[in-house]
């Protein structure tokens, strides 16, 4: 795994904070949205706070696949499932986790104009700066790689795997996990989780 990758692991609290931000930023730019659209699978976390925070009950998903692992894309994004809900005449908010190469989120704002939408705003926690899509709404800009507290297992095994492939030793890299903040005990029992699941 590559040395120059660094790892951000903001807390649950942390996430509640920006979302409040972008909460009330939606709310000043008056935009109402009809559907909040989540996108599967990090987006569902942050579209149901919203959808709290907004007062809104609407919530659809849409679903692309895009990353292969850690900071591994493929070559472009798919997408997987349409929108969940029929948004045709409806201004939709989508909520994503990270505006990252921002193609995803492209694709998915066109799939809802063809869809009817009328409006299609959209709205991340994070935002790397090589995004080729700036969010309506976004709470911080980030250039590391960001593992969000509804997805530590999963990074973990991204990173074993990665640094399998490579035949190089994962602990440094899930060391920098811990650095960043990701609690140890939690690092301990998915590595060892992960370790029964492979024997």
């Given amino acids: 795994m590559s040395q120059e990758i660094e790892f951000e692991a903001p807390t649950w ?3 509640y904070k920006m979302l409040l931000h972008i909460a009330e930023e939606i ?19 942050p579209a149901r706070v919203l959808s709290d925070l907004l007062d809104n009950p609407n919530l659809a998903n849409v679903k692309v696949e895009f990353y292969l692992g850690v900071a591994e894309t493929k070559g472009e994004p798919t997408l997987t499932q349409p ?9 939709c908010l989508v909520v994503d986790e990270v505006a990252d190469t921002g193609k995803s989120l492209q694709l998915i704002k066109e799939h809802l104009k063809a869809e009817g939408a009328v409006e299609v705003k959209i709205a991340t926690v994070y935002l790397k700066p090589w995004s080729i ?6 709470a911080k800009e ?14 973990i095994k991204k990173i ?10 994962a602990q440094p890299e899930i060391g920098k996990l811990v650095k ?9 029992k998915f590595l060892k989780e992960i370790s029964e699941e492979e024997n």
């Avoid at 929108?83 to 201004?91: N, R, T």
Wanted: hydrophobic letters at 30%; charged letters at 30%.
């Fill in 83 to 91: 929108v969940s809900v029929k948004v045709a005449g409806k201004k």
């Fill in 13 to 15: 609290n942390q996430i």
């Fill in 142 to 155: 980030t250039s590391r790689w960001i593992v969000f507290p509804w997805e530590v297992k999963e990074t």
């Fill in 133 to 138: 899509i700036k969010p309506d709404y976004y």
């Fill in 160 to 169: 074993i795997k990665k640094c399998g492939k490579k035949g190089k030793p």
């Fill in 27 to 45: 709310r000043k730019d008056s935009f109402k949205p009809d559907i909040i659209v989540g996108v599967s699978r990090g987006g569902w976390p």
């Fill in 180 to 188: 960043t903040g990701v609690p140890k005990s939690l690092v301990e």
